[in-house]
């Protein structure tokens, strides 16, 4: 592994993950090019600010839980190949209900160079810590609709405010929102703004 990228599991323990593109549950219906094993990795900066957000969130009675952080740019790559091919329809529904593969992109959806690729960047929710059980947040993990947005009038108030936890502690702990993915933060002081790594972990 590159230097200052480390799994998160041993970098910040106790934090849960399901790495959602090492497995067949993810939008592209397969595992993705890249994700040797289902572990998170990030540089170290990364994961200090996730340990961050993890006390912060613990005082709230929340864990978080994350579904993806470093992606290779080979998997990016991959999403690009996977959005020419013809609709089999076997992911729209839950991922991708109301556009087609191609305007994932122009959506803003999916990016041909992922802030992911540079390690600072993590996809996550909350859970309630005394029931292991996720916040309800109006929508999925990867659900490219304008219902993800974080100014999405179709959520319910319970989900608006789960949505507005979530993003008060990551700013708080030095994290950026992206306005269209409410599970999508990007550490602010990264530290490889310019870098689009292509390692496999």
């Known amino acids: 592994m590159k230097n200052d990228f ?6 910040a323990p106790g ?4 790495a959602k593109y090492a497995t067949w549950d993810n939008f592209t219906g397969k595992p993705v ?3 040797l094993t289902n572990r998170i990795v990030g540089t170290k900066a990364l994961c200090a600010g996730l340990e961050r957000a993890q006390e912060k969130a613990a005082t709230l009675g929340f864990g978080l839980l994350l579904w993806d952080g470093y992606r290779p740019q080979r998997a990016v790559d991959s999403f690009l190949r996977w959005s020419r091919q013809p609709e089999d329809g076997r992911t729209k529904l839950r991922h991708y209900p109301n556009i087609s593969k191609t305007e994932m992109f122009e ?3 999916v990016a041909a ?9 993590v996809d996550l929710t909350l859970y309630r810590l005394s029931t292991g059980e ?3 947040m109006g929508g999925g993990h990867d659900l490219m609709d304008s219902v993800s947005h974080h100014d999405a009038p179709e959520v319910t108030p319970a989900q608006a405010e789960n949505r507005r936890q979530l993003r008060s502690i990551m700013e708080d702990c030095g994290f950026a929102a992206y306005q269209y993915e409410w599970w999508h933060y990007t550490l602010r002081d990264e530290p490889f703004p310019d870098t689009y790594f292509d390692f496999v972990a």
Do not use: Q
């Open 6 to 11: 480390v799994f998160l599991d041993e970098a």
């Open 15 to 18: 934090i849960r993950w399901d």
């Open 33 to 35: 090019e890249g994700y």
């Open 107 to 109: 959506r803003g959806y």
């Open 113 to 121: 160079k992922s802030g992911h690729s540079r390690g600072s960047t």
């Open 134 to 136: 996720l916040l309800p």
